[in-house]
């Protein structure tokens, strides 16, 4: 019995590329240090595949910053403005368009479906030449191969590619991204063709929006593209993988009717209706299936026998030499090893896995299968037990509020419109008054003392000293900057879940947990294995003491119960909501004590609510009811004189519009500059907001450093479709990721444009 992965992480087991990666963007290593680094990194992790007996080990996987713009380099679709002119796309190119450049911004970043990956948002236009402008497909096949590994190259397939894009900043919004099929079908043809001369026997084309709701035109376009590749498939086998979701009953009957597809992928865990449709519609005899049992988005143990059942139901549909074990989804959205987490508890480790252990497991599935014994499922069947009947996981106090929680209303007694009035006669904030969202550069030189502090190699008081120092430096800089709404720059935070998981029960902490974010930013996302209260206020000591040293309002900080969970790897026992109910009470008693400190500006971020929206239309009502109603209880028992933040970053939101607004929040700052005000557009369309509002004025995952002219040209455009007496002043997101030297510059500018705006207005009167 055969197993296989769709993916697998490409960081390193402890962050070596993204090490290398920001070497070289510093200038300190050259492209031969950075690719010497990433090709060490391929070979161990083909090895390693190999080494654990997998027999479909996946290539081209493997990315420098995005397999979306990977894909973008592969067609060659550079965006005029990055200045390339032809040939094999090199790496100036590829980082001008994932990070920007000097004279140019970066191109738009969005999240990867309903996950906390972001990838980069190819631009299309109607007369776009596709052209064969990057090997890497071939060369990381042929890479295996010489060291004794045969591999299937990966490839995002065509239809998602272009259902991924988006229309080019002077085309019509209206442009038909589909109409390109014709066009881009050559160039994938190219690939295969040169794979094929290579050698190789697979090539899998990933389609995850197969798991979406397709019109019968999108279905049509997928027919299409895979009909046209038919001719060129002759001695090579393809597999159409999909994952994150069900695929639906239309799609599903067009999938196993196409021709050129030798093999299917599809996730059963995310996507259990699927494996009823299998029993119901049937499979092909002639097409393998490659079943997602293991789970790819989390860092839990196989239910080995759980899994096994589902295979052994597939095997009275599908050929037994046709059935493959594999992952739902790229491992690339779990933890590298397990092997290299010392602090964890004996206990809690044998609940888990990481990537690592998922091949293992996904091989131990395999043989189970085909009936040969495998040491781990006694211990795996042990593990699942003592996870279910653990007293850690379960605490009655906290079950009990939570349940209560489905009994009350928590929405504000007061309108919006009256709560900022009474705000603003507090407040006496300027019109478009000047904020930032919480977090100001770690510089190297905190991260040793926060790492210094947790290894107990610095005593308590030296570790708060330095914070305050730090807090006081960030405070006057803002003063002398002449924002308005100050934060404190959180310098005693390492992440913004993992700084409020560490102080509530119910979370597990790794060393080494790191998950790619976007290019060489990774997060480590806390374990929530059990129910969650809050034993201590968390932030109110920080805070207070910012507040002390400034007269200007000073934003408490925190991080909303969706976020906390989306950003989490959330336990599988019980419904998300329940844990998220259980993470709202505990930020809800945070924000209590941070108004009863004195603290009269509270931002609650949400950035990743978009993300948790389900995938299917049929499932966003209940989840934004839900999750809605999880923010609102965090803030439900303030006074109306306490001004409500909160924060949105890098997903599209427009469709989800008035969810936002039903979050009762008093001022929202969201993500805008980086997605070509895409934001904007929704307000054009007629809708109204009435509470306070910051669209982002710059961007802020790109070095570049915007001039006042162009955040005034910016926030013209807001105030063409905004009230100048809701809209604030911010930078897209948070300021934790860049230098002093491009903040400076970049919070000058901003300041400057609203006075100039300001100024302007006064004028006019």
Known sequence: MASHVVGYPRIGPKRELKFALESFWDGKSSAEDLERVAKDLRVAIWKQM?????????????????????????????PPRY???????????????????????????????????????????????FAYSSHKVVDEYKEA???????????????????????????????????????????????????????????QLDEPFLVMDLQERELGAFNKAYSYLEEELDDIKLIVETYFADVPVETYKMLIGLKSIFG?????????????????????????????????????????????????????IVAKDKLVVSTSC????????????????????????????????????????????????????????????????????????????KE??????????????????????????????????????????????????????????????????????????????????????????????????????????????????????????????RPNPMTVFWSRHAQSLTARPMKGM???????????????????????????LAIKEEVEDLEAAGIQVIQIDEPALREGLPL????????????????????????DTTQIHTHMCYSNFNDIIHSIIGMDADVITIENSRSDEKLLSVFQEGVKYGAGIGPGVYDIHSPRIPDTQEIVNRIHKMLSVLEINILWVNPDCGLKTRKYSEVVPSLTNMVAAAKMLRDELTSAK
């Open 330 to 405: 790229s491992l690339m959205h779990t933890a590298v090893d397990l092997v290299n987490e010392t602090k964890l508890d004996g206990e809690l480790k044998s609940w888990l896995a990481f990537a690592a252990q998922k091949i293992n497991e996904t091989v131990a599935l395999a043989k189970l299968l085909a009936g040969q014994k495998d040491e781990t499922f006694a211990s795996n069947a042990a593990a699942i037990v003592s996870r279910m009947s653990s007293p850690r996981v379960n605490n009655e106090a906290v079950q009990k509020a939570a349940a209560a929680l």
């Open 145 to 203: 191969k010489e060291v004794g590994i045969e591999t299937i190259p990966v490839v995002i397939g065509p239809v998602s590619y272009l259902l991924l894009s988006k229309p080019a900043k002077d085309v019509a919004r209206t442009f038909d991204l589909l109409s390109l099929v014709d066009e881009i079908i050559p160039i994938y043809k190219e690939v295969i063709s040169e794979l094929k001369a290579a050698g190789a026997a697979w090539v």
């Open 616 to 639: 299917r239309k049929a499932e966003h009502a209940h989840y934004l009811d839900w999750a809605v109603n999880a923010f609102r209880i965090t803030n439900c028992g303030v006074t």
């Open 408 to 533: 009350s209303d928590h929405h504000r007694t007061t309108p919006v419109s009256t709560r900022l009035e009474k705000q603003q006669k507090k407040l006496n904030l300027p019109t478009l008054p000047t904020t930032t969202n919480g977090s100001f550069p770690q510089t190297i030189e905190l991260r040793r003392v926060r790492r210094e502090y947790k290894a107990k190699k610095i005593s308590e008081e030296e570790y708060i000293k330095t914070i305050q120092e730090e807090i006081a430096k960030v405070v006057k800089l803002q003063e002398e900057l002449d924002l308005d709404v100050l934060v404190h720059g959180e310098p005693e935070r390492n992440d913004m879940v993992e700084y409020f998981g560490e102080q509530l029960q119910g979370f597990a902490f790794t060393v080494n947990g790191w998950v790619q974010s976007y290019g060489s930013r990774c997060v480590k996302p806390p374990i929530i294995y059990g129910d969650v209260s």
């Open 83 to 129: 200045g390339w002119t032809g040939g094999e796309i090199g790496l100036d190119v590829y980082f001008s368009m994932a990070r920007g450049n000097a004279k140019h911004p970066a191109m738009e970043m969005t999240k990867w479906f309903d996950t906390n990956y972001h990838y980069i948002v190819p631009e299309l236009r109607p007369d776009i030449e």
């Open 558 to 584: 925190l991080t909303g119960p969706v976020t906390v969970l989306n950003w989490s790897f959330v336990r599988n026992d019980q419904p998300r909501s329940e844990t998220c109910m259980q993470i709202a």
């Open 264 to 316: 299917i992928g599809f996730d059963l865990v995310r996507g259990i209706d699927t494996l009823n449709l299998i029993k119901e519609v049937g499979f092909p005899d002639d097409k393998y299936l490659f079943a997602g049992v293991v789970d790819g988005r989390n860092i839990w143990a196989n239910d080995l026998s759980a899994s096994l059942s589902i295979l052994e139901d597939l095997e009275k």
């Open 50 to 78: 190999a080494d654990a007996g997998l027999k479909y080990i996946p290539s081209n996987t493997f990315s420098y910053y995005d397999q979306v713009l990977d894909t973008t380099t592969m067609v060659g679709a550079v």
